[in-house]
């Protein structure tokens, strides 16, 4: 049974940084072949982030996020991380890791992963 578990959300100012971290038990990094951060806002959709492939070659995010969000994995600590700054109010939402045990043409659909944390809140106050 893999469990996915976040970690490091919280209330920051416009303007600040937050670093999400996601922790995996029952199944290594190493058998992820692609990782990725969801985020859903009260009274709306659940929304893609960012992922990124085993082996970092490919990294793709919401255009809403380019440039401010990064995200990477530690397949050795097998851990992932997605590093948020210049954060801004609409950025609030709960925050979701989600693993994808078999590479597929698909990433950006929660559906196209295999396992998925709880979530983290995070909170970007104006």
């Known amino acids: 049974q893999v469990q996915l578990v976040e970690s490091g959300g919280g209330l920051v100012q416009a303007g600040g940084s937050l670093r999400l971290s996601c922790v995996a038990s029952?199944?290594?990094?190493?058998?992820?072949?692609?990782v990725g951060w969801f985020r859903q806002a009260p009274g709306k959709e659940r929304e893609f982030v960012a992922a990124?492939?085993?082996?970092?070659?490919?990294?793709t995010y919401v255009d809403s996020v380019k440039g401010r969000f990064t995200i990477s994995r530690d397949n050795d600590k097998n851990t992932m991380s997605l590093q948020m700054n210049s954060l801004k109010p609409e950025d609030t939402a709960v925050y979701s890791c989600?693993?994808?045990?078999?590479?597929?043409?698909?990433?950006?659909?929660?559906?196209?992963?295999?396992?998925w944390g709880r979530g983290a809140q995070v909170t970007v106050s104006s």
């Open positions: 989600a693993a994808q045990y078999y590479l597929r043409t698909s990433y950006r659909r929660w559906e196209d992963y295999d396992a």
């Open positions: 029952g199944r290594t990094f190493n058998n992820f072949a692609m």
């Open positions: 990124i492939s085993w082996s970092g070659r490919i990294i």
